[in-house]
């Protein structure tokens, strides 16, 4: 199946600072990227919708200027979680489509960040 | 709207016995449904997909699931358990958006643990 590689797996940073999360499809070329978020023990919530060249779209109630997304080419975007707090610990996840028909997605092992 | 909703969010069973995780969907139009498990730090892997073709599914390690429109269900089975199964399993459903995109809602998910 497709491969999807995110980019740390593990990040730990002090509060204030900028971190960037990479997701890569490996061996196909993704027109739609989706970002999730994973609290501890819950399940997936859906933060933003990224579609290559164009802005991303959000969810409700997550705010674009604190997760920044870039998806500049059709195998690579990336979430930057902008001035991070402890609140923004946990685990994200990205996903790409390989089909607009089936709606299957592959997804990326996941990115796990503390705030310190 | 569509959505998703998992009955319980522990299953134990017996190494060797019947596993059942439950799902039921609603949706407007007919859905492409899915499974997915994580083990733990580690993102989503497809066991299997639901897209209007069979009603009963197949999918990897000994796992099936069964499209029942009239229940609105789709539930997840494997005739028996092994210690490997245990893990994080979530149903989705697919939801189209404008564009010809589609974007997946996950289920609160369902915690399989195996005892010996």
């Known amino acids: 199946g497709a491969v999807v590689s995110q980019h740390p797996s593990r990040v730990i940073c002090k509060s204030g600072t900028s971190v960037k999360i990479e997701c890569r499809s490996l061996d196909f070329q993704a027109t739609t990227m989706f970002w999730y978020r994973q609290f501890p023990k819950k399940s997936l919530m859906l933060m933003a919708t990224s579609n290559e060249g164009s802005k991303a779209t959000y969810e409700q109630g997550v705010e674009k200027d604190k997760f920044l997304i870039n998806h500049a080419s059709l195998t690579l975007s990336t979430l930057t979680v902008t001035s991070a707090h402890p609140e923004d610990s946990s685990f994200y996840i990205c996903s790409a489509r390989s089909s607009a028909f089936t709606g299957e997605l592959f997804f990326g092992e996941g990115s796990r960040l503390t705030v310190l | 709207a569509q959505s998703v909703t998992q009955l319980g969010s522990h299953v134990s069973v017996s190494e060797g016995a019947l596993v059942l995780l439950r799902c039921n969907y609603s949706s407007s139009v007919p859905p492409y449904l899915f499974w997915y498990v994580q083990y733990p730090n580690q993102g989503l892997q497809l066991l299997l997909k639901?897209?209007?073709?069979?009603?009963l599914v197949k999918g990897i390690n000994g796992f099936e699931a069964e499209f029942k429109k009239s229940e609105t269900s789709f539930h997840l089975t494997k005739p028996s358990a092994h210690m490997s199964d245990a893990a994080e399993y979530f149903c989705a459903v697919s939801v189209a958006l404008t564009g010809g995109y589609n974007k997946l809602i996950f289920g609160a998910g369902t915690r399989l643990a195996v005892h010996p």
């Open positions: 639901y897209t209007s073709a069979a009603t």
